[in-house]
């Protein structure tokens, strides 16, 4: 197990020396969507339009954030459920996407898109949304403003902490822990 730092920008060309259990601290930027935005953009794509926004090699954190209080970005800031995105994640990582942030186990489809495609998915502390927020240095909505919190947001983070829980060799904490082998 490892910690390391790392820019997002440079995550790519790290994402195959990752292994389950690293600790990463993110910088840099990455876009939230959850259920809403998903559906939205999966009806985009069947309808033959674009994404909002170019999902090649980036990360998206599963994340509809609390209002924000006087003088912060964000309100908290915790990770949703990825199960509940694991209907779309597949094509979105065919199509180029690098990771997913979230929480809890994902499906065998999900599992072979990640080894597919050479990608990664992280888990952030579910719980912990009000620490996380303090590693938000801004936000913007780009995309689908009326679903409010389900808003896509591009997010600039800084020393983001999350944990490598399925990696590009096909590796999976969450099997390896409720086996006794990690």
């Known amino acids: 197990m490892k910690q390391l730092y790392i820019a997002v920008s440079e995550l790519k060309d790290k994402v195959k020396e990752l292994k389950i259990g690293d600790m990463l601290y993110l910088t840099g930027d990455i876009y939230t969507a959850r259920d809403a935005a998903h559906a939205r953009m999966d009806e985009c794509l069947n309808n033959g339009e674009e994404l909002p926004f170019d999902i090649r090699g980036q990360i998206i954190y599963y994340m509809g954030p609390s209002p924000a209080r006087p003088g912060r970005v964000t309100g ?11 209907k779309y994640a597949p094509r979105l990582l065919d199509m180029g996407q690098l990771g997913m942030i979230g929480k809890g186990k994902r499906t065998d489809e999900v599992k072979a898109a990640v080894v597919r495609n050479g990608a990664v998915y992280l888990a952030a502390i579910g719980g912990a949304g009000a620490l996380l927020s303090k590693c938000i240095e801004r936000s913007e909505i780009i995309a689908y403003e009326d679903l409010g919190t389900e808003a896509i947001r591009k997010l600039t983070v800084k020393d983001f ?3 490598v829980v399925l990696d590009a060799e096909g590796g999976d904490l969450y099997a390896e822990v409720s086996e006794g082998r990690y």
């Open 161 to 163: 902490p999350a944990i």
């Open 76 to 86: 908290s800031a915790g990770p949703t459920t990825a199960s509940r995105m694991d």
